[in-house]
């Protein structure tokens, strides 16, 4: 049983666009949520993370919108660069347990 | 350059091998964290060792086995391999221990490839 779904699996964006990742998750005693981004052949690294009593965080380009009620969260980059072109990963934690959405695979076309 | 170091980088080995992967942490880092990464399971949170000690365990399988050193660096043992086994391993480390809520530092990863 997949912990925590994500969407899409793949995206395709225009420079300049913004990019929308989605995930959602069932478990409340999840209580941090953070994005990976990984390129081809390196290992993920995190790129922001947000805890449930914020409803959003911002780091340059990159917005966190987490819905509590909904259970749901979401990653957007704003003015998306081919540079972005990677696999993201979303996350959620209890602290002790760590459940990875199945990752989407961002194309931004100069 | 994440700090985080792994060995070997590649590993090719038959079914029913035995395998160890070696990580090496940050500095200062006192949690090992391991990772299994397939096409069809995506990532999967192994174990976590703190310290020297085991602090969480996910999805890891009893033919699997980890520990951590005195100078904190981390051996996963794969035993009784199967096909299903190949997968891109990766460990990780944080400052902190349990719980964890700090930034977890990956390393590039060992790709294993059972025949």
């Known amino acids: 049983q997949q912990q925590v779904k994500q969407s899409p699996q793949s995206l395709i964006v225009q420079k300049g666009g913004i990019s929308i990742i989605n995930c959602a998750y069932e478990?409340?005693?999840?209580?941090?949520f953070p994005w990976y981004q990984q390129f081809p052949g390196k290992g993920p690294a995190l790129l922001i993370a947000?805890?449930?009593?914020?409803s959003e965080k911002k780091e340059g380009r990159f917005t966190i919108s987490f819905n509590k009620s909904a259970k749901q969260f979401s990653l957007h980059i704003m003015d998306s660069q081919p540079g972005d072109s990677a696999t993201y990963f979303c996350?959620?934690?209890?602290?002790?347990?760590?459940?990875f959405g199945t990752g989407t695979s961002l194309t931004v076309i100069p | 350059d994440s700090g985080v170091t792994q060995t070997p980088k590649h590993l090719i080995t038959a079914t029913g091998q035995r395998v160890t992967l070696r990580c090496s942490p940050r500095?200062?880092?006192?949690?090992v964290y391991w990772y299994q990464q397939s096409l069809d399971q995506g990532l999967q949170f192994l174990i976590q060792?703190?310290?020297?000690?085991?602090?969480a365990k996910g999805n890891i399988l009893e033919r699997f086995s980890a520990q951590q050193f005195p100078d904190l660096h981390s051996e996963l043992n794969l035993s009784s391999l199967e096909l299903g086994d190949s997968a891109l391993y990766f460990c990780?480390?944080?400052?902190?221990?349990?719980?964890?809520?700090?930034?977890?530092?990956f390393g590039p990863g060992t790709r294993l490839t059972v025949l």
């Open positions: 060792y703190y310290n020297g000690e085991e602090r």
């Open positions: 478990n409340t005693a999840f209580d941090y």
């Open positions: 996350a959620a934690s209890t602290g002790n347990q760590f459940y």
């Open positions: 500095s200062g880092d006192l949690s």
């Open positions: 947000i805890r449930p009593d914020v």
């Open positions: 990780a480390s944080s400052v902190d221990g349990w719980p964890s809520y700090n930034e977890q530092f």
